[in-house]
Each structure stands twice: as structure tokens, then as C-alpha cells.
């Protein structure tokens, strides 16, 4: 089955600097990579998705890139903000099937004041 | 439109008794997903349903069972509840693979 491999567990920045969190995965056929964002307590929720036919996607501060030959792929934040300080995590799927999501094990992002 | 609605919020078990988790979508998803989350370890795939009429197992489902009991509605069920149960759970669904997940509010479940 597919394992999704995320870093670092723990992400430190000064607001208004960037974050990058990266995640590798061992299926190639998985076509499908969300990303969601969990504050305490509350659901993950989507915060951006590629699918494998594009390399990079932007939504205003957050751009996640693809790279399916090394089979990793990466969420950009710029611009920090002290609301974007959450968990996060990368997934993988296969698309065709409805297996689900696989999840990294998240990364917490502390924006530092 | 409400989305995923989990009952209960929260819970707390003694070893060996029982209870069940549900869950219900009102977006007309095909597939439903029941995760746990512990700390450090992520969202784990307890078990699915593809569509209505199956389950399947996902990579931690000893000591649950589930059941598709309609298109709506997916539940979760604790036979003889254990400490290493203690987690948060959330259901899911979404429409087909490859499309967004959609998460319940969770519950957190205590066994002691």
C-alpha cells in the first residue's frame, strides 16, 4: 500500500517569513495530493490539492508543487501570518480506487510575533 | 446543508463496554471513510465503504466493526472497547477517489 513520508514534525518561522513542508510517497500510481489543515480541535479541512498531470498550483499564499518523478511533493506558505500557525498534512491517492486517503504524520507550523 | 455529522462529540468507555459511532453525510456521497487520530501518528484508515452494500478494511481495523447502513450513513462500532482505543475519530466521505475528503467534526473517545 502507499506511505506518505512527511517533514519536518515541527516548523518554527517569523511571521511574514515563508514555510515549506515536504512530503514524499511510494505508490507511482497515486495521481491525487491534498493538503488540509487542522486547528485544535477542530476537522482537517482541504486547504489546497494538485492532481499528477500539473507540476504546481497557487491559491493566493499557499502553492503546493509536484514532482512525480522523485515522487515528492511540497506546500509553500508565504507571507506568515500568526492564522496560518495549525497542523498540517500532506495525503496521497490512488484516484481510481476509493481506498481512501493515506496521511503523513503532520507537520505543526508555530508562527513566531 | 450540513456536511458530515458525527455523534457523539465525546465519550468515555470503561474496558469491555461497547458502543457505536455514527455518522451520517447529506451531500450524496458514494464513498465513507472512518479514521483515528492520535497524536504523533496521523490520520490512520480504520475501515471504508466504497459504496453503499460494502466495507472494506483500511490499515488499523482489529477491535471495530462497521456498517454501511444506506447510502447516508456509516457506522462504527466498539464490541469490547480497549485503552488503546482511546483517540479521536473522525468519518469522512467524498464522491469518488480522488475527489476531496470531507470531514465530520470528530469524536473524542476516552477508554479507561
Known amino acids: 500500500g502507499e506511505n506518505v513520508e512527511q517533514h519536518p514534525s515541527t516548523l518554527s518561522v517569523q511571521e511574514g517569513d515563508s514555510a515549506v513542508i515536504k512530503c514524499t510517497y511510494s505508490?507511482?500510481?497515486?495521481?491525487?495530493f491534498p493538503w488540509y489543515k487542522q486547528e485544535l480541535g477542530k476537522r482537517p479541512q482541504l486547504i489546497i490539492d494538485?492532481?499528477?498531470?500539473?507540476g504546481e498550483k497557487k491559491d493566493q499564499r499557499i502553492a503546493v508543487t509536484l514532482n512525480k518523478t522523485a515522487k515528492h511533493f511540497s506546500l509553500h506558505i508565504t507571507e506568515t501570518q500568526p492564522e496560518d500557525s495549525a497542523v498540517y498534512f500532506c495525503?496521497?491517492?490512488?484516484?481510481?480506487?476509493?481506498?481512501?486517503?493515506?496521511f503523513g504524520k503532520g507537520t505543526h507550523l508555530i508562527i513566531q510575533p | 446543508n450540513a456536511g458530515v455529522t458525527q455523534t457523539p462529540k465525546f465519550q468515555v468507555l470503561k474496558t469491555g463496554q461497547s458502543m457505536t459511532l455514527q455518522c451520517a453525510q447529506d451531500?450524496?456521497?458514494?464513498?465513507m471513510y472512518w479514521y483515528r487520530q492520535d497524536p504523533g501518528m496521523g490520520l490512520r484508515l480504520i475501515y471504508y465503504?466504497?459504496?453503499?452494500?460494502?466495507?472494506d478494511k483500511g490499515e488499523v481495523p482489529n477491535g471495530y466493526n462497521v456498517s454501511r447502513l444506506n447510502k447516508r450513513e456509516f457506522s462504527l462500532r466498539l464490541e469490547s472497547a480497549a485503552p488503546s482505543q482511546t483517540s479521536v475519530y473522525f468519518c469522512a466521505s467524498h464522491d469518488r477517489g480522488g475527489s476531496p475528503l470531507h470531514f465530520g467534526n470528530g469524536t473524542r473517545l476516552t477508554v479507561t
Open positions: 495525503a496521497a491517492s490512488s484516484g481510481g480506487g476509493a481506498d481512501g486517503l493515506t
Open positions: 451531500m450524496n456521497h458514494n464513498s
Open positions: 494538485i492532481r499528477s498531470n500539473v
Open positions: 505508490d507511482s500510481a497515486s495521481n491525487y
Open positions: 465503504s466504497a459504496s453503499e452494500g460494502t466495507t
